[in-house]
């Protein structure tokens, strides 16, 4: 991953836009992503039309509407995943697979990786997840104090990736420490070395499983056969490269904020502690509330949509979180109910690049909740050591610092 993201450009604004649908949005940079991540989208976006261009980083459009959010995800013949990220990513030769390739060459990847991660299999997994989260939480829980994204929420996702691709457990705290300096690095060359360092890593993990393949995901690529070919060694690297960076980052992000929304509202732990049987719903609910992925999409041909006039060329971003807080889908959308119940929200997006981990990663947020609530008494925000948050494509925690009563 040696690519890196071009640096903040001035605000440009072209001419097919009119005046009346610009309206600027920073999704990673303003301040209120570092203090209150999970309401910037709102806030930052209160006044603007629903679909409207911010002219920041090099200028993009902004969708607020579920629907529409739904329908570009399914058009990938008018709106490309390609390229990832705004702004767009630069200093690669290729596409980066699977993420930014489109149906139907997607097709040969999700029809390889997809049985792997169907909801059968992953809830055979569900042992595998308690035998990491509890001990994890077991290990901070006498303390009365921890931040939970250094002692739970960011190693757990690492250490069930590493089963999955058949990894010792004793690579997990490299392989974190490495994760985190990717997306949070104090410099760019910080973050850039370890794109590098991983990229490294896994280019030599997946030539050695070629040596030794066996009943991992890694070994799926490597030996499927998908209408359209195998697979290429660079094709398997990026691959696993997404596997890691796709499962660690979201899960964690949600993990950590659902934590901080539970740490600020007692009487929703209570509601937990007084029936646990509500977690999966609970978890459901916080996964909608949170939305913490904004997709971009690239227009492949001029194209009005809904209206607005759009260019070849032109970047699209949809934040989820807006989509889950629409009041046309979701009544009282920025209000948690442990009990909705219709919550058909797009955490997880939609259309052929819906995430195929979606089932895992759920049933890491309600094992989390269960060995938690199991151990650890009612908690809450530490008062000297304030929680540090972060906005971008996927917003989420830095640092959680809570506190609670040890047991004697």
């Known amino acids: 991953m040696t690519e890196a993201q071009a640096g903040p450009s001035p605000p440009t604004t072209p001419d097919h836009v009119p005046a009346s649908l610009v309206f600027s949005y920073d999704f990673s940079g303003d301040p209120m992503f570092a203090t209150a991540p999970v309401d910037a989208p709102e806030h930052l976006t209160r006044g603007a039309p629903d679909i409207f261009y911010s002219p920041l980083n090099g ?16 058009r990938p013949d008018v709106f490309s995943n390609y390229p990832a990220g705004i702004p767009a990513t630069v200093g ?5 697979a699977p993420i930014e390739i489109d149906p139907p060459e997607l097709d040969r990847y999700r029809y390889t ?9 992953v809830k055979a997994m569900e042992d595998q997840v308690r035998s990491i989260a509890g001990p994890l939480i077991a290990a901070c829980a006498p303390d009365g104090r921890a931040d939970f994204v250094e002692a739970v929420s960011s190693k757990l996702p690492v250490r069930m990736f590493l089963r999955l691709v058949n990894v010792d457990d004793s690579e997990s705290e490299p392989l974190r420490i490495l994760h985190r300096q990717l997306f949070s690095g104090a410099t760019v060359e910080a973050r850039i070395h370890a794109g590098v360092t991983l990229e490294k890593y896994y280019t030599d993990l997946v030539r050695q499983r070629q040596d030794n393949l066996g009943d991992d995901l890694i070994s799926r690529y490597i030996t499927a056969t998908p209408e359209g070919g195998a697979f290429s060694f660079e094709d398997v690297v990026d691959a696993t490269m997404q596997l890691f960076v796709a499962g660690l980052d979201t899960v964690t992000n949600v993990l950590s904020l659902t934590w901080d929304y539970l740490a600020r509202h007692p009487e929703m732990q209570q509601l937990i502690r007084d029936d646990p049987s509500i ?38 971003l949809m934040p989820l979180n807006l989509a889950n807080r629409d009041p046309e889908v979701f009544p009282d959308g920025g209000e948690v109910h442990f009990g909705r119940k219709i919550n058909n929200h797009l955490a997880f997006g939609s259309g052929p690049h819906r995430c195929l981990g979606s089932h895992l990663a759920k049933l890491e947020m309600v094992v989390t909740l269960e060995e938690w609530f199991r151990r650890v008494p009612a908690f809450s925000l530490d008062p000297h050591d304030p929680a540090l948050s972060h906005g971008g494509h996927a917003f989420g925690m830095d640092r959680l610092p809570l506190i609670w009563e040890a047991a004697r």
Do not use: C, H
Not at 92 to 96: D, E, I, L, Q, V
Not at 113 to 121: D, Q, R, Y
């Open 113 to 121: 990786l997809g049985p792997a991660l169907a909801p059968p299999k």
């Open 279 to 316: 977690i999966p719903s609970a978890a459901d609910e916080m996964l909608r509330y949170t939305g913490i992925i904004s997709s971009t999409r690239t227009l492949t041909q001029d194209f009005e949509f809904n209206g607005v006039r759009m260019k070849t060329g032109d970047r699209v």
């Open 59 to 74: 200028g993009f459009w902004v969708l607020k509407r579920f629907d529409d959010m739904r329908e570009v995800s399914r």
């Open 92 to 96: 690669r030769s290729r596409k980066m």
